[in-house]
């Protein structure tokens, strides 16, 4: 039987036995088998984690496998689809096919049967790889690590912004990557020659931002002795990459509205407007949305650079590509040091995956580094973390909490002891693993 170690194969069945018997004789072939027990946790696998094929159980509690089947078929083009049903007849046959499934087996089948079907989806998958995988992986030049979907459809993203001069919206958290996708954009771009600039909006104090940005007139104000261009005349040609859009004023927001309209900067102290060609890209980590609601930022300024939006999702939702944002970092700051790259205990790989990473793949680097420079063994270990990343039973408070602090404290010790275990902690909690992600959730927005 040939080895199947790269396919990844997600089963949903609200039977617990039938979620076994799946898994144990598709491990026994060394597939990749993830167990969920309904739809909800199966939406949350696929964007959470790489996914190749899905198995469906077609009838469920709350929503069904048809509806499943739809989801993955109008969003995940590319995974193979296998439904199983317990109540096996023609039409449901049609109905299953029709809806997008590749395959229909009625229980009981055989071993045989079910390696059978998933051999096929398989073969499926490898025929449409050569094509379809350059676009899913990230050219080594971008700096962008990961292989989970969202990161997946972040690539593919890039490489289409790629192709075109239109205005780009990155919208992700602090420490994500934001600048490495417009940098990805550019230097993947007709413009790779000239020049890319970045712009941090929130950095520059508002009274000079409007110079900075466009320029300034030899005496336009105090100190101006001599002309100067600005940021934009600079990315000539090129790209220029506002982060922190959010942070300009409504004023220098309808100034940028101009520049994106007509294609022309006023230099200040000068009425004579200068064209320019320059490619606009934005990056923010708040609710852009929100803020126009709140008439904080212009509706039409929106739209303007929101033609082409890029989602970088934050390093809790990719857990798979922790463990090997790790191990790159780790080789990396292991060779700066000259010293040979640490190995990592399975326990603290498992407290790091489980880790919410409020300042995402910044503060896993930062982590990492401190590791490797302060290891004193070729193991590192559970005890060479952080102590906030540690349980500690002598952590008492100083202060009364409310009944909500304490039982966030709870969840996460609760989860350090199981080794980052999200199913055992929410068993011992006595809770389901959607409930345990939104009180993680909650803590993680309770410590902002």
């Known amino acids: 039987?040939?080895?199947?170690?790269?396919?990844r194969i997600l089963v949903v069945d609200d039977s617990p036995d039938t979620l076994e018997v799946i898994r144990r004789n598709l491990s026994a072939v060394d597939y990749d088998v993830v167990t969920v027990s309904g739809v909800?946790?199966?939406?949350?696998?696929l964007d959470s984690t790489r996914v190749d094929i899905v198995i469906t159980d077609l009838r469920m509690p709350k929503v069904s496998g048809l509806d499943l089947v739809r989801h993955v078929r109008e969003n995940r083009g590319d995974v193979q689809i296998i439904m199983i049903t317990g109540y096996a007849s023609v039409p449901g046959a049609v109905e299953a096919m029709?809806?997008?499934?590749?395959?229909?087996?009625?229980?009981?089948?055989?071993d045989a049967e079910l390696l059978a079907a998933v051999g096929?989806?398989?073969?499926?998958?490898?025929?449409?790889?050569?094509?379809?995988?350059?676009?899913?992986s990230a050219p080594a030049d971008w700096g962008l690590l990961g292989e989970s979907e969202k990161m997946r459809a972040a690539y593919r993203a890039i490489t289409k912004a790629a192709k075109s001069s239109a205005t780009v919206l990155i919208l992700g958290e602090s420490g994500t990557g934001k600048e490495l996708v417009a940098r990805a954009i550019h230097y993947s771009s007709s413009r790779a020659s000239a020049p890319l600039v970045p712009v941090n909006c929130g950095g520059i104090p508002d009274g000079l931002l409007e110079s900075e940005l466009f320029g300034s007139r030899k005496g336009a104000f105090t100190g101006a002795h001599e002309s100067r261009a600005g940021f934009f005349q600079t990315a000539e040609a090129g790209s220029i990459f506002l982060d922190e859009i959010a942070e300009l004023t409504l004023p220098m927001q309808a100034a940028l509205l101009r520049v994106l309209q007509d294609k022309v900067v006023f230099m200040v102290g000068s009425r004579q407007s200068r064209k320019v060609d320059v490619r606009v890209m934005a990056a923010t980590n708040k609710n852009l949305e929100s803020l126009v609601e709140k008439g904080a930022f212009r509706e039409d300024l929106y739209y303007r650079i929101n033609v082409v939006p890029i989602v970088i999702p934050p390093l809790r939702e990719r857990e798979d590509d922790v463990i090997l944002l790790v191990h790159h970092f780790a080789a990396r700051f292991a060779k700066e040091q000259e010293k040979p790259s640490p190995r990592f205990s399975d326990r603290l790989l498992a407290i790091l995956r489980a880790y919410p990473w409020p300042g995402n793949v910044r503060e896993l680097e930062n982590i990492v580094q401190r590791l490797v420079l302060m290891a004193e063994r070729n193991v590192i270990d559970a005890p060479d973390l952080p102590d906030l990343m540690?349980?500690?039973?002598?952590?008492?408070?100083?202060?009364?909490?409310?009944?909500?602090?304490?039982a966030s404290d709870h969840v996460r010790a609760v989860l350090?002891?199981?080794?980052?275990?999200?199913?055992?902690?929410?068993?011992?909690?006595?809770?389901?693993?959607?409930?345990?992600?939104?009180?993680?959730k909650t803590t993680r927005q309770s410590a902002r």
């Open 1 to 7: 039987m040939p080895r199947h170690k790269a396919e």
């Open 120 to 136: 096929r989806a398989v073969d499926r998958l490898r025929l449409r790889r050569p094509v379809a995988g350059r676009a899913q």
């Open 40 to 45: 909800a946790e199966a939406l949350r696998a």
């Open 390 to 406: 540690r349980f500690s039973a002598a952590r008492i408070p100083a202060k009364r909490r409310t009944l909500d602090e304490v």
């Open 416 to 440: 350090v002891e199981s080794g980052g275990n999200k199913s055992r902690a929410a068993a011992i909690l006595g809770i389901d693993r959607k409930t345990l992600r939104e009180k993680l």
């Open 98 to 110: 029709r809806t997008g499934a590749h395959e229909y087996l009625a229980k009981p089948f055989t």
